[in-house]
């Protein structure tokens, strides 16, 4: 089998019925099957899947487990010679999953692809970050990016001026549509599971780049991302407690305790000034 596509869901329930006609109408050529993992959604998306789409295999979960674990649950199952890990709220375009594979399949040292996303208007959606540093992080927790948006901490970090029509190895992807050879899965393990949610996909990226692979944009293949649509439920200030938790493991765990230590003592502020966001109406937090 070419490939296995892999959605996690949570309380998306119109979202995931679109994502999955597209990709059944959207996908030929190659042999592929498709496994939902519903993280305890209880909204009807669950028996949606069961009652009109029989041909997916479905997994329901008793608790929400958050994104690592979750995905984790249709890696293990996966039967493809790629996985792809595929959020509920996208829609894909133009046979996407088949030119990804023929992406991925023809560069050997490749470990991890991702297409190019589009907004719903079909506006790209910047999806190509460079890998987080203590200063970049230290300075969005702040808001920062938002003021002073070309210091060049930050214009590193979001990769300003990264050329999108073009196929390159770059520092991570995102995880809204993260296509991976199984075997990398094999050899360098599955998504850390210490993530609930955000910086697990960065955190692999890191991993598979350390132990000599590359990850790869293509321009080749277009998917839409609606975006934050099941984290958008979840209130600013948690999922501000959420980004800030992940953000500190990852530091930790490819930077070491200081600097670890340094961000942690952003940590009241940052949670301050995302309660101020969420008084103004103005929160909105990660790319989830």
């Known amino acids: 089998m070419d490939l296995s596509v892999v959605i996690l869901n949570w309380k998306v329930k119109e979202l995931l019925r679109q994502c999955l006609i597209s990709v059944y109408r959207e996908t030929s050529d190659i042999d592929f099957e498709v496994i939902v993992v519903d993280n305890d959604s209880r909204d009807g998306s669950a028996e949606m899947v069961t009652r009109e789409f029989p041909q997916a295999r479905l997994i329901v979960n008793d608790r929400n487990v958050g994104f690592a674990a979750g995905n984790n649950v249709g890696i293990r199952v996966a039967k493809g010679e790629f996985v792809i890990l595929l959020n509920p709220d996208t829609e894909l375009r133009e046979n996407a999953l088949a030119k990804m594979v023929a992406a991925i399949r023809a560069n050997p040292d490749v470990a991890v692809c991702g297409p190019t996303l589009l907004n719903a208007d ?26 002073f948006p070309r210091i060049k901490p930050i214009r590193e970090y979001f990769a300003s001026g990264f050329d999108y029509l073009a196929p390159s190895s770059v520092d991570q992807v995102m995880g809204a ?13 599955l998504l850390d599971e210490r993530y609930f949610i955000w910086f697990e996909e960065v955190d692999f990226c890191k991993r598979v780049i350390d132990a000599g692979h590359d990850v790869m944009y293509t321009p080749e ?12 439920q979840v209130f600013g200030p948690k999922k501000q407690h959420y980004l800030n938790s992940s953000l500190l493991k990852y530091i930790r765990k490819h930077y070491g305790l200081a600097p670890a230590v340094g961000l942690a003592l952003l940590y009241p502020l940052s949670m301050a000034l995302a309660w101020v966001a969420e008084f103004f109406g103005l929160s909105g937090t990660g790319r989830r």
């Not at 999806?127 to 938002?146: E, I, W």
């Not at 839409?224 to 649509?229: C, L």
């Open 122 to 147: 079909g506006s790209l959606q910047p999806s190509v970050r460079r890998f987080p540093t203590p200063a970049s992080q230290a300075l969005v927790m702040l808001k920062l990016h938002n003021l």
């Open 177 to 189: 549509a993260f296509m991976v050879r199984r075997t990398v899965f094999e050899e360098s393990g």
């Open 221 to 232: 293949a277009h998917i839409i991302h609606h975006g934050g649509e099941s984290f958008g």
